[in-house]
């Protein structure tokens, strides 16, 4: 399954792009530019899921519920083509964003910001059995929403009583897509808990008080030891670097450990001690990759003398046009492919940093031994992991023990800020 995305190895002006919004302009709909996100298509169609399957089937296509979010306001789907179709491969796959007015405002939202969290459910600092879960969990609901709605969370939380990892939950749910989101990741640490209690054997949930712990949602309890659960929504977040330190820092039976044989150990201090631009560039040229080579080339100077201030320093000498052109070999050492839209930016630190860091993580986990090293430091956490994605029919849960997993690096993209972080591999 190729899914085309910006930076890609593969990015090209996209011909299943243009297979997708050559159909729904043959049928008068309008598409949205947007160049914030990966390549994707973006345009309004009304209906359900149904209705997007009969529209898209005309052209070999299949929708599907995406884990992917381009839209903090719209729903992302997944559009992969099951037929072969105007030399369109079957497998090929593309990002929508139904962007259709007033199907999914913020307007139309049920739940505000962080309102179904453990804390603002008045959860912090109890340990409660799973029946007081409950109990307790309706009883704010009910001073929150109305009648029905915590009717709708209350028949989730029964559901989530269940060793089953997939879950059909009620049609004609009050949610629209983003109060789906909402529940998955907010409202998702109680349906977690609940259904760790069910399904892991553990007596009671204890929810640390608020920012008590970066890593740990809430604790499982059996025979009076608290296990350290962590919750992540849909295919699971980034775990910061940090994090996992403090936690092996912090944990009796690790914290006097050293890491100094550890081949990962260098990369956590580069990430730990640097801006997550300046990260890209220490960590290329830590590794002595051909790109910052090139790069340094390019500058006319050693690349191990590269810093932010010199890169922005040099790159402002240049017009975006000049830029383009000067980097064309820098980039395709990395076979990476910037679109027209970002060359138009005013912000020319991103036409460098950005592949740098999309490249950069991609090489880590090509490297056995540091990937390997990675897992050996995350293994130290006796933590499990426990992953819920909400969905318009369905709710999937399941569960790794951090000791039992593997990790791999990644990074949100230049865009989100973010340090370079890693996620557990989690088994299909």
């Not at 897509?177 to 990741?185: A, N, R, Y």
């Not at 050492?333 to 910037?338: E, F, L, P, R, V």
């Not at 679109?339 to 490249?359: A, C, M």
Request: proline letters at 3%.
């Amino acid at each position: 399954m190729r899914i085309y995305e910006l930076l890609n190895e593969d990015l090209t002006p996209s011909q299943y792009r243009k297979h997708i919004l050559s159909f729904a302009n043959s049928k008068g709909i309008k598409h949205t530019n947007d160049s914030r996100h990966s390549i994707h298509v973006r345009f309004p169609l009304e209906g359900t899921m149904k209705d997007f399957n009969n529209f898209f089937n005309e052209i070999g296509i299949s929708v599907t519920d995406s884990t992917a979010s381009l839209s903090k306001q719209f729903e992302t789907y997944d559009l992969t083509q099951t037929t072969e179709m105007d030399g369109i491969d079957v497998g090929s796959t593309m990002h929508w964003v139904n962007n259709v007015a007033g199907m999914d405002t913020k307007a139309n939202r049920l739940f505000g910001g962080k309102e179904l969290t453990p804390d603002n459910l008045h959860l912090a600092g109890k340990e409660l059995t799973l029946d007081e879960i409950i109990s307790e969990t309706n009883n704010t609901l009910m001073d929150l929403f109305e009648p029905n709605i915590v009717n709708e969370l209350d028949n989730l939380m029964t559901l989530a009583q269940t060793t089953a990892s997939v879950i059909e939950i009620p049609k004609n749910l009050s949610f629209n897509p983003t109060d789906l989101k909402t529940i998955s990741k907010d409202f998702g640490e109680v349906l977690a808990s609940i259904w760790a209690i069910t399904n892991l054997k553990f007596k009671k949930a204890y929810f640390p008080e608020k920012s008590n712990e970066k890593l740990v949602d809430f604790y499982g309890t059996r025979m009076n030891i608290r296990y350290p659960i962590s919750v992540k929504s849909g295919e699971g977040g980034k775990v910061t670097i940090q994090n996992i330190m403090d936690a092996i820092s912090n944990r009796k039976k690790t914290s006097k450990l050293t890491h100094d044989d550890e081949k990962s150990l260098a990369i956590f201090k580069i990430v730990n001690e640097n801006s997550a631009k300046a990260t890209m560039l220490k960590l290329h040229q830590k590794f002595k990759t051909k790109p910052i080579k090139l790069l340094g080339k390019l500058m006319k100077v050693d690349f191990d003398d590269i810093t932010l201030t010199s890169l922005k320093k040099w790159l402002g000498q240049y017009s975006n046009e000049k830029l383009q052109e000067l980097l064309l070999p820098f980039h395709n050492s990395m076979n990476t492919h910037i679109t027209d839209s970002v060359w138009k930016r005013d912000d020319q630190l991103r036409f460098v940093i950005s592949p740098l860091g999309e490249n950069i993580w991609k090489y880590l986990n090509e490297n056995k031994a540091i990937q390997q090293s990675l897992t050996n430091v995350a293994k130290q956490v006796l933590l499990i992991q426990v992953n819920i994605d909400v969905k318009s029919s369905l709710i999937k849960f399941q569960h790794n023990r951090f000791k039992d997993a593997e990790f791999i690096f990644g990074w949100a993209g230049y865009t989100a800020g973010n340090k370079l972080g890693f996620k557990m591999k989690l088994i299909k």
